[in-house]
């Protein structure tokens, strides 16, 4: 469900199958821990694996987002899969977060050297 | 000849059945002549309204019943979801987007199962429960549905 | 902390039905640590019980409802399939390999679901319904079978 | 679900999907079809694309084989997957047909040449 990498300042999360309340919990608390034990002030979430997602997991990035910004670092959305894209962009979690083909491209643009 | 099938679900208030719910759903819905776009709706409205009778109606208590019907009558698919849980106090108000009563949800379940399917009805008695019932259209049965 | 859960299905004696009782209770026995070559031994079973009570039980009548209960407890599966249509005279007889009553049929279903699952219990009254109780036992749950 | 193709005295029926009583009635009809409209005394059958099969359609193919062998015609099985052949051995099926890898290995068994 999560493979999650530390890059400089930001922290890279490929999320990955189905992303429903069933997961929602241990998203939210994987993903605390990795920015506590990180101190990442940038957030890249790779959707190119997840298969779905419903306002459960969509409520979890938003708090993350708030976290992130509350600690002024950016969030960005990688390779999101059109059904993935439908309900970011009907929840307005577009706004939140620039969308990149692929984490290169979205390093780059928050002010990171690819590793 | 007219196309007729049911299918009833009832199973504990657990955060694993909701994928589930959506698997058994789509499955039904299969039979009908919808595109795969049109199917992942029909998932995502799934998901929200179970999700909701767990989480909203029971209160994540994991030994209560949520019920899913569907129907199908001809080309349109009816979903009713329903727990007997703690129900809703002013309809009107929980459907506005952005409207929730509990931490870190969007209160925006509502808004896409609006979007995703083409009618929902939401009826509520507070102590007794919760039923959300949706339809939703699909395209005219191919000659040769049937024929596999 | 004890595992349970609880699935029953309802639907339409309808042979597109069968797939959608393999796909939901597939889908319910997976959370239980099951190989994959086990939960095709759980599809089969339930393919061989439903399409018994559709042939024989309803004798293909296409609305009379076809009941499954699937129960999880701890690291046991135990199904129930069962519907309100012939029944069986004699369950000795019929349990035999070979027997059937239908044309172009092996009589070899019984014995498949004998075969796929650890337990088989065969309950039926003449013009009340049968009822098949199978059970099956999964590995023991990984450490991490929640945490995913 | 089903692809058909005569060669000489052959049919080859390649079988695909989920094959259960939803489609049994169908699968039996349309192998009678073919063997009317074809004359063809052998039969193999390609179970390389069949993901489940239950008694139902076992019972099918035991039909097809009483009638081809009523015609001193052969049949063969071709590339059944794990699962299928575990349910054609405990249903003694492997007995009414020998099994080849492919296509090619079933047909010149079988006195065919390639076409
Ligand atoms: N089955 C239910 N039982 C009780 N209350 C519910 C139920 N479904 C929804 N609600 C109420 O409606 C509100 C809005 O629901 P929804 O639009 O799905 O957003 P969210 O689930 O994000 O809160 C919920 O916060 C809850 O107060
Ligand atoms: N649900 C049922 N209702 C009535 N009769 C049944 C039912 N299930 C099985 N039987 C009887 O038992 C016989 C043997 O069943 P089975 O071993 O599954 O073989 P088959 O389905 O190939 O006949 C059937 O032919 C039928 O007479």
Known sequence: MLDLECQGQTLIARLAGELDLQVADDLRARLDEALDQTGAANLVLNLEKVSFMDSSCLGVILGRYKRVAGNQGEMAFVAAPPRVRRVLELSGLFRIGKEFPNEKAALANLGQEVG | MDYHNFL?????????????????VAAFAAQLNYTVSELDDIKGAVSEAVSNAIIHGYEGAPDRLVKVVAMIRVDELEIIVEDSGKGIQNVE???QPGFTTAGERLGLGFSFIRSFMDTTDVQSAPGRGTRVIMTKRAGPREEHADAN
Do not use: M, Q
């Open chain 2, 93 to 95: 108000e929980v459907l």
């Open chain 2, 8 to 24: 009833r679900l009832e199973f504990y208030s657990l955060p694993v059945n909701v994928g589930l719910a959506r698997v058994a």
